[in-house]
């Protein structure tokens, strides 16, 4: 079946610093990947579309320039944490959308940032 | 918009006991419906799906029924195990590329 992955599972960073997080697709093409960021306890919330070789697009509230997303490649995305602060302290989930007429979606196991 | 509602949690039940979480949705057009099960400290993972009106999605003990005429994709399950304790996700998609919008999960636990 399809998988995807994410790097790293998890990270603690200082205030100030950035992080990268990967997103991969191991055995398909996804022309559009999805972010999703996890509170504690909570739901999903989608924070921006990523569609490879384009930029990508951002869910109202969700600061573009806080989020770096690169989508370079069909099997590759990046989510850049940039000047991370404690309230970036999340669980983020991606997703990858099957290039075929399915469109079905396959979630990354998610990366737990901690900012302290 | 879009939405899913889905019943709070927590719920408890005993090992073999039966489930049902409830799920309704608001869409326009036909959405696709899921059902995903998130596991203590890993991502999600599809449990099932239903594209289309009185489609039964079904896995692992687990089935759901694509109600249009009530907006409804309740999941049930007969016998319920304690590793079926998790956090399950209804969502829906209204059409193919675009991305999932979920319920806010429901969180089971199951008692030996």
């Known amino acids: 079946g399809a998988v995807v992955s994410q790097h790293p599972s998890w990270v603690i960073c200082k205030s100030g610093t950035s992080v990268k997080i990967e997103c991969r697709s191991l055995?398909?093409?996804?022309?559009?990947m999805f972010w999703y960021r996890q509170f504690p306890k909570q739901s999903l919330m989608l924070m921006a579309t990523?569609?490879?070789?384009?930029?990508?697009?951002?869910e109202q509230g969700v600061e573009k320039d806080k989020f770096l997303i690169n989508h370079a490649s069909l099997t590759l995305s990046t989510l850049t944490v940039t000047s991370a602060h404690p309230e970036d302290s999340s669980f983020y989930i991606c997703?990858?959308?099957?290039?075929?007429?399915?469109?079905?979606?396959?979630f990354g196991p998610g990366t737990r940032l901690t900012v302290t | 918009g879009n939405s899913v509602t889905q019943m709070e949690g927590p719920v408890t039940l005993s090992e073999e006991a039966f489930l049902t979480i409830n799920c309704t949705y608001t869409?326009?057009?036909?959405?696709?419906l899921f059902w995903y099960v998130q596991y203590p400290g890993e991502g999600l993972q599809l449990l099932l799906k239903?594209?289309?009106?009185?489609d039964k999605g079904s896995n692992k003990g687990f089935e759901a029924t694509y109600r249009k005429e009530t907006t409804s994709f309740h999941l049930e399950k007969g016998s319920v195990q304690v590793s079926d304790s998790a956090v399950y996700f209804c969502?829906?998609?209204?059409?193919?590329?675009?991305?999932?919008?979920f319920g806010k999960g429901t969180r089971l636990s199951v008692i030996a």
């Open positions: 055995d398909f093409q996804a022309t559009t």
């Open positions: 990523s569609n490879e070789g384009s930029k990508a697009t951002y």
């Open positions: 869409a326009t057009g036909y959405p696709s």
């Open positions: 239903a594209t289309k009106a009185d």
């Open positions: 969502a829906l998609s209204d059409q193919g590329n675009t991305p999932l919008v």
């Open positions: 997703s990858a959308v099957l290039a075929d007429h399915s469109y079905e979606q396959y």
